[in-house]
């Protein structure tokens, strides 16, 4: 999921065209030893200018086939895919939308084809008993079904899923594959089921940041770019946020008590189970180990013995406000956008798109390391964030076609999507900077597994719940407990889940 997306804009400013992609796995070992191969490529001969790329796919010709796609519009959620699948359907001048249109488009004379959209409104609650529905019945309705990577992952488990592992077609070196993300959702060698690529945007989306209010870091600190400054120099950590909560809170009214809407906070978010997430996933924690017998619990230790204890010290600090009156995101928004908090959370990257009209500087965020030992700062997607999958109606026969429509979106969100989305869109429109630039960056290449977020339902809530979201609602420290309480049920879980997919490769999917 470490892709860099300056990597893809580069090749298409050298190359005028996108002919490939390095690997994901050779480009983060790159960065990780130092080994770049940059400038070390040989001299292009003007016989290899003058060479024309020639895309594999043409000359395909599907005669018209309709590719019949399921695009969620859940309105409960705080992104969707639909945006960036299927768009408005014309051109309207908004960059974004039109460059979805235009993607469409291509595709559609590129393979000759035409896009069949059904709009889902599906939601968290029903997603999965939906779907699963289609499935039994039969129904041969849909090449690819877009929507949350936890209802998918149940489906997937349940052998509702076709398996992508080794598909044809289907070039998973190629950078617009999020491959190591797909990875990370197998449970067993030979069992891949969750498309998660650039076509699938919602993905990078939805990923978790926070939002600051520079305007009162000026205020508290004398500089807009005071914590700008400690994520840069790897220095933002629980107690580095918990020091902003703490410091930048004000009794406005001067009653004695915070009040929301009349006081300024530190921190605002909605809620302990979704807004405690990305604050879990970014202290970079591993819960499982994968081994020849199957994956294990391996987060029984003393580091989830400390992130349990800072984060009930970071949601409990004196100027933290997670218990809203009135819990949607829509007032977190709107307490953020009226001043009335430092640094708010549950928000997305895609988000920044609602803050356009705020009048103070702000800035996206990455969420703190457990502390400055922690290697590298680390965000989370969310468990609705939503991903790509093939359902078990589709006949084998037609797999092909789908592979193939797959293969080019993705390519074409790449090139066309993604540069003008992220590079044209959160960076320009919505940065105030360089350094809001070059922030974005770090969480866009931040993005890790999301094995949690798929799983943890499917795994009766331990990961998430049990050990960490229940303790914290109330003010509850005591990790050890939580685990031992709930450890065999999980367990159980675990080995239930690792038996299915088993199952599943047994029967040939």
């Known amino acids: 999921m470490k892709k860099t997306l300056s990597l893809i804009l580069a090749a298409l400013m050298a190359a005028g065209t996108l002919a490939s992609c390095s690997d994901n796995g050779a480009d983060k070992e790159a960065a990780e030893t130092g080994n770049s191969t940059a400038g070390t490529a040989e001299a292009v001969t003007p016989e290899q200018e003058e060479t024309e790329w020639v895309d594999p796919f043409a000359g395909t010709d599907f005669g018209g086939r309709s ?210 997430i990305p604050f879990l996933i970014g202290t970079d924690i591993k819960f499982i180990e994968r081994t020849d017998d199957g994956p294990v619990f391996c987060f029984n230790n003393e580091r989830s013995v400390k992130i349990l204890e800072k984060l009930n010290e970071l949601f409990y600090a004196d100027g933290a406000h997670s218990d809203l009156a009135d819990a949607s995101v829509k007032t977190l928004q709107t307490l953020f956008a009226n001043g009335m908090t430092t640094l708010v959370g549950y928000n997305r990257l895609g988000n920044l798109a609602n803050f356009r009209e705020v009048e103070f500087g702000m800035g996206a965020l990455p969420y703190p390391k457990l502390d400055e030992d922690q290697a590298q700062y680390v965000t989370s997607m969310h468990d609705t964030s939503e991903i790509g999958v093939i359902l078990m109606t589709l006949p084998p026969e037609q797999m092909e076609y789908v592979y193939t429509v797959l293969e080019v979106a993705c390519r074409e969100t790449s090139r066309m999507v993604i540069p003008e989305w992220y590079e044209n869109g959160l960076k320009v429109k919505y940065a105030n900077g360089q350094d809001d630039a070059r922030m974005i960056d770090l969480i866009h290449d931040t993005i890790t597994g999301p094995f949690a977020v798929a799983y943890d339902s499917a795994l009766s809530n331990f990961m998430l719940q049990t050990c960490f979201s229940t303790p914290l609602s109330s003010n509850n420290t005591d990790f050890a407990s939580a685990y031992k309480k709930s450890e065999k049920v999980g367990n159980k879980g675990l080995a239930k889940a690792y038996e299915k997919f088993a199952e599943n490769l047994a029967n040939g999917n």
Not at 113 to 125: L, N, V, W
Not at 132 to 151: E, H, M, P, Q, T
Not at 152 to 160: I, P, T, W
């Open 67 to 276: 590719f019949r796609v399921s695009s969620s519009t859940d309105e409960t959620d705080a992104t969707n895919a639909d945006m960036f699948i299927r768009g408005s359907g014309e051109l309207n001048g908004e960059s974004v939308n039109d460059a979805v249109y235009n993607r469409n488009q291509k595709i559609s004379e590129l393979l000759n084809i035409k896009f069949d959209f059904t709009e889902a409104t599906y939601t968290m609650s029903n997603a999965e008993s939906s779907i699963k529905a289609l499935v039994v019945a039969g129904d041969d309705v849909y090449d690819v079904v877009a929507n949350d990577i936890r209802s998918m992952a149940n489906l997937s488990r349940d052998g509702y899923i076709h398996n992508i592992y080794n598909a044809p077609i289907l070039d998973f070196d190629q950078s617009y594959w999020y491959t190591e993300a797909m990875k990370d959702c197998q449970f067993i060698e030979g069992g891949m089921y969750l498309l998660i690529g650039d076509y699938f945007t919602d993905a990078l989306q939805s990923c978790h940041c926070l939002y600051q209010n520079k305007d009162i870091l000026t205020n508290f600190y004398g500089s807009p770019d005071y914590i700008n400054s400690l994520v840069f120099e790897g220095k933002w950590t629980f107690d580095a946020m918990i020091g902003v909560i703490t410091d930048t809170k004000q009794d406005l009214n001067g009653d004695g008590q915070m009040k929301q809407g009349e006081d300024l906070f530190g921190f605002t978010c909605w809620g302990k189970w979704g807004s405690m």
